[in-house]
């Protein structure tokens, strides 16, 4: 009969799948480190196109001195 409601088909939820290279750098570091984010995107340079791999070696030297890369506005001497 028409009012009676449609029973929606259930849909499976997608569970998260940690990464393999996450899964290696987090047996090394804590996921919250400092080291962890250098050691992270070191492995995964290798698969990153021009553009980011510039923004992650920007990263990379901003992690390393714990100053910020894209202020915009005030100078940074190791970035200009």
Known sequence: ???RS???AIKPQTVY???NDMRHVL?????GSVQFSIALLK???KNMDP???ARAKKTLIALHNKVYWDTGHAYNPYFH
Not at 27 to 31: F, K, L, M, R, V
């Open 51 to 53: 553009q980011d791999k």
């Open 43 to 45: 492995v995964r340079m």
């Open 1 to 3: 009969m028409f009012w």
């Open 6 to 8: 449609r029973k929606k």
């Open 17 to 19: 799948q940690t990464p």
């Open 27 to 31: 047996t090394i570091y804590p996921i």
